[in-house]
């Protein structure tokens, strides 16, 4: 009778995630999750990068999901290590970035005490996860992990956290070994029912301005390919979302008509209100909310996507198409007629006219006695400067709207905003992933990747600058400075006629980051922020550019406010 070979559950938990894929965890250690730290470090295969604080881990963790599709992996210990996960958690679980989380707890005879950092850390996150699990015996650690890999690699992604006892972890084996590679892979859905689909056919060809409005779920590489054949084959006018930025290749540009969110006053909203047919892709109404374009409820919509529709007074679709997106257009595409052009020429003309005037604005063109840099003048800087292919990471706040309006993106993926939480912050841990993603062990083959932010979320995660000088990220980070949180402070001005709590300043972010080790810049006057951009950009390492930015037009980004009665 041949010998039953037992393991240790940390080895096993370090080997799922080998067999699931992963190349680097991101964490923090402590004295409840060092087991699978020490382990780690007897398996090269996978990078452990120490961030400096839990939310950053989480947030690179999120980025990697993004990028990759694959679930990114955190790590922390128990007690405020596992909360200081939270927001970052709950914004990937929000914005559909798939996430495992691995967190420590304190031995099961202690979980019920009051005892150093004991808490039911599960309970805590299940609210804004897809699935939390604790385990409770060494022989369920290969059915959790695998199960948590999976849980959120499935459409729609999300984050998956699980509770790691120390007892279990160091003093316990198990006879029941890591799964295979292929039993990570999540399901593969089919396209939505034929006839259903048939349905949309005809609703697509009798409709006189029939829109594509693409979210966040439709944003995926392989996704986006059949948006681009269906597009070729029979053109229809494209909005986006702020996070389905980059579905539109530059060929396919003349049927791209904007960006929506927060506020309903663009020109591709005026695009939305007179279409007579909606077909929402892959759209999640927590990018923009149906009650903001849908303001009378009126609008005959068709819902496509992985998932059924939030059902509500102002998103009542006409069809909903539910299945894997891809496969639904594909077979869209195939039943409907070859076209040349779109319908409602006229219409779509004025749109785009108006769409594009900003670009003739006197906005664009720095004064000689300017010190301050419009944002529009920023914005055609770095479009001008910048490569399709560089992966541009966005921080929230008044930066977030004006680039997620006038930033151009061309591919998947490469402009990245939180748009569901709105979460402060996530430009800079975004961009170490973007910049680790390409080679993880060699530095030399990666690319620029730029970030950016406002002075106020700058600050939320500027630790992360030590990080990404240790790892050798290439980075430059562009910081709008006003010294103060603008985005609340307009909003306040228009509600308030005042201001309250947005004051900031007393940073100099130059010797900030030389204090880092990175390289710091600053433009002294607009006409020079050209040329200072150029010297950042061509920096290799990690570099911060202080940008003095005029914000003194800031209201027309929630101005003019389309009415109900606009049709």
């Known amino acids: 009778m041949s010998e039953i070979t037992t393991t240790k559950p940390a080895k096993i938990v370090v080997q799922s995630l080998i067999n699931a894929g992963v190349k680097m965890v991101f964490g923090i250690p402590g004295a409840k999750i060092d087991a699978l730290f020490n ?99 060494q022989d369920q650690v290969a059915d959790i992990i695998l199960d948590a890999f999976r849980t959120a690699g499935t459409f729609p992604q999300g984050v998956s956290a699980i509770a790691l006892p120390l007892d279990i972890m160091s003093a316990y084996s198990t006879k029941f070994q890591a799964f295979p590679n292929k039993a990570f892979k999540p399901p593969v859905y089919g396209s939505a029912p034929p006839d259903m689909i048939a349905n949309l056919v005809v609703l697509i060809e009798s409709a006189k301005l029939p829109v594509l409005l693409l979210g966040m779920r439709a944003s995926d590489p392989a996704t986006v390919s059949s948006i681009h054949m269906l597009l070729k084959k029979h053109p229809i006018p494209v909005l986006e979302t702020f996070q389905a930025a980059g579905c539109i290749s530059r060929d396919l540009e003349h049927l791209y008509f904007g960006r929506l969110g927060l506020f309903r006053n663009q020109p591709g909203d005026r695009l939305l209100a007179k279409s007579d047919l909606v077909i929402t892709v892959g759209y999640d109404p927590t990018e923009y909310d149906p009650a903001s374009w849908n303001v009378n409820g009126s609008m005959n919509i068709v819902h496509l996507d992985v998932k059924s529709s939030d059902y509500t007074y102002y998103y009542q679709p006409e069809l909903e198409l539910v299945g894997r997106i891809g496969s639904t257009l594909d077979s869209l595409t195939a039943q409907l007629k070859a076209k040349t052009k779109t319908a409602s020429y006229d219409i779509c003309s004025a749109v785009s006219t108006a769409f594009h005037a900003w670009k003739k604005t006197p906005y664009v063109t720095p004064t000689a006695d300017s010190v301050l840099v419009h944002p529009l003048h920023f914005i055609s800087t770095l479009q001008s400067l910048v490569l399709d292919t560089t992966v541009v990471c966005c921080d929230v706040g008044t930066v977030y709207i004006y680039m997620s309006r006038y930033f151009f993106s061309y591919l998947p993926r490469h402009f990245l905003v939180s748009n569901g939480q709105q979460t402060l912050g996530v430009a800079l841990p975004w961009a170490i992933a973007a910049s680790l993603i390409q080679s993880p062990s060699d530095p030399t083959k990666r690319e620029k990747v730029i970030s950016m932010s406002g002075d106020g979320g700058f600050m939320f995660t500027s630790q992360e600058l030590s990080t990404a000088v240790q790892q050798e990220c290439d980075i430059t980070h562009f910081i709008w400075n006003d010294g103060t949180f603008n985005m609340v402070a307009f909003q306040e001005e228009a509600k308030y006629g005042r201001t309250a709590g947005i004051e900031l300043g007393g940073v100099d972010f130059v010797k900030f980051a030389e204090a880092f080790g990175a390289k710091g810049f600053r433009v002294e006057k607009a006409e020079d922020l050209e040329r200072v951009m150029k010297e950042a950009l061509a920096y290799r390492g990690v570099s911060i550019v202080d940008i003095s930015i005029d914000y003194s037009h800031v209201s027309e980004l929630m101005g003019n406010i389309i009415g109900k009665d606009f049709n």
């Open 39 to 137: 382990e780690l470090l007897d398996h090269p295969e996978i990078r452990l990068i120490v961030c400096r604080h839990e939310q950053n881990a989480a947030f690179i963790a999120a980025a990697i999901g993004r990028l990759t599709g694959v679930p990114g992996v955190c790590v922390a210990t128990s007690g405020p290590g596992g909360t200081n996960l939270v927001t970052a958690l709950a914004t990937a679980n929000t914005e559909g970035d798939p996430v495992v989380a691995l967190v420590g707890s304190v031995p099961r005879s202690m979980s019920a005490a009051r005892t150093h950092q004991s808490m039911h850390l599960m309970e805590v996150i299940a609210p804004i996860a897809k699935k939390t699990q604790t385990i409770d015996h």
